[in-house]
């Protein structure tokens, strides 16, 4: 049964209340590899208390009103859905803990096509409840794969970033945990994609994945670590093109490329030689 156009576009979202503590920002931040060097006093900062500070990518499980397209009346093929794209606008640094209001809506949907799928964007503003101060304004584009051909407009679709036709400025490699996924769901994202082989085997993994925002939190410490001399506060903005599945345990090879306060970056699965994040863009303060 084709997906209902009007219904999706007008998804009613309650605002979101959301509590956290130091614990979930550690929590946070061990998904996303940190402190797999007990040495590296880079990553500490992001996994310890003393001095503690949030990984900036932290901001896209803030307010995130959960699966909400695993909900039946949504009419989605929920097991072949997988993110597309994800962006990031920073507009103070993110408290360690605190209490935020996450406030989403979709804002557009495209039709690619019979058997093409169909591309969903979603935007979300994360509020400190206490002082009103907007932290960051997420922005997501899904890819419905099996929901394609319901009759609705076949563009515009976004525009990726270029990236530059030279070698790269700069590049790291940075591991995941075989037990990354099943870490980093506790996060809030328990799309059973990530844990349950049954599912992952329905949608064509031979195993189970690892979520598109740990791969994109993996790219921001590279970034970090790469162009801001790991200063959490000095990243304002990131977006990125999701263009494969990374498995947990696999190494995450970030490149970048320098353009004065913007970089472009790709990301590749090491140990399979595929490109898994593409078309990066990210924002660095002086």
Not at 116 to 123: F, I, M, N, P, R
Not at 257 to 274: I, K, P, Q, S, T
Request: net charge negative; charged share 20%; with cysteine.
């Amino acid at each position: 049964m084709p997906i209902d156009a009007e219904k999706l576009l007008n998804w009613p979202f309650d605002d979101l209340e959301h509590s956290y503590q130091a614990r979930d920002t550690i929590l946070y931040a061990l998904g996303a590899g940190c402190g797999s060097d007990p040495l590296d006093e880079g990553d500490l900062r992001y996994v310890y208390e003393d001095g503690l500070v949030a990984l900036p990518s932290m901001a896209v499980v803030l307010g995130y009103p959960g699966f909400w397209l695993k909900e039946q009346n949504t009419g989605v093929d929920w097991q072949r859905l997988l993110h597309g794209e994800q962006g990031m606008v920073l507009h103070r640094p993110l408290p360690v803990s605190g209490t935020v209001i996450g406030r989403t809506k979709v804002t557009g949907l495209v039709d690619k096509g019979e058997g093409k799928g169909a591309l969903l964007y979603s935007k979300r503003d994360v509020f400190d409840k206490a002082s009103g101060d907007l932290l960051a304004t997420l922005t997501s584009t899904s890819f419905l794969r099996g929901d394609g051909g319901f009759g609705g407009a076949s563009g515009p679709a976004r525009a990726f970033h270029p990236i530059p036709p030279r070698a790269a400025d700069a590049s790291l490699d940075l591991p995941t945990l075989p037990q990354a996924a099943l870490i980093y769901r506790l996060s809030g994202d328990y799309n059973p994609l990530h844990a349950d082989p049954k599912v992952a085997a329905a949608a064509g993994f031979p195993r189970p994945i690892l979520h598109g925002l740990c791969t994109y939190a993996v790219a921001c410490r590279a970034v970090l670590r790469l162009a801001c001399v790991n200063e959490a506060h000095r990243l304002k903005a990131m977006e990125v093109r999701f263009s494969a599945p990374v498995f947990p345990g696999e190494t995450i090879r970030t490149e970048i490329w320098r353009d004065g306060a913007e970089l472009a970056f790709r990301c590749w699965a090491v140990e399979r030689n595929v490109k898994v994040l593409d078309n990066g863009r990210a924002q660095i303060a002086g």
